[in-house]
């Protein structure tokens, strides 16, 4: 399976502006950035909803603070098994 390709915020600014000159469309657009006209639509979409605040990047920060959380979680649980294991051999070898 193919990778999503991420493309920046002033790309995406740029191709919309390419959209909004007279006698160019959408699809003929998208068509010469090698672009699918839907996505190319939705960014338009998007631009003329939030203005200047369109295309703010990848992931929200509630997002991000949720895959902080996530990663920190998973190191202290291994950190957790890790004790737990080390307190079962060294009462064993204590016998």
Known sequence: ???????????KQ???QLTR???RGITQ???DLGLNA???????REASRR????????GTPH??????LKRELALVTRERDFL??????FAKTSR
């Open 51 to 58: 203005g200047p605040k369109a295309f703010p990047g990848t």
């Open 14 to 16: 740029e191709a919309v």
């Open 38 to 44: 839907a996505m190319l639509g939705r960014w338009c």
């Open 63 to 68: 997002d991000q603070e949720l895959a902080r």
């Open 21 to 23: 000159q007279a006698g």
């Open 1 to 11: 399976m193919e990778q999503r390709k991420k493309y920046s915020q002033e790309f």
């Open 29 to 31: 657009v998208a068509k």
């Open 84 to 89: 737990k294991e080390a307190a079962a051999f």
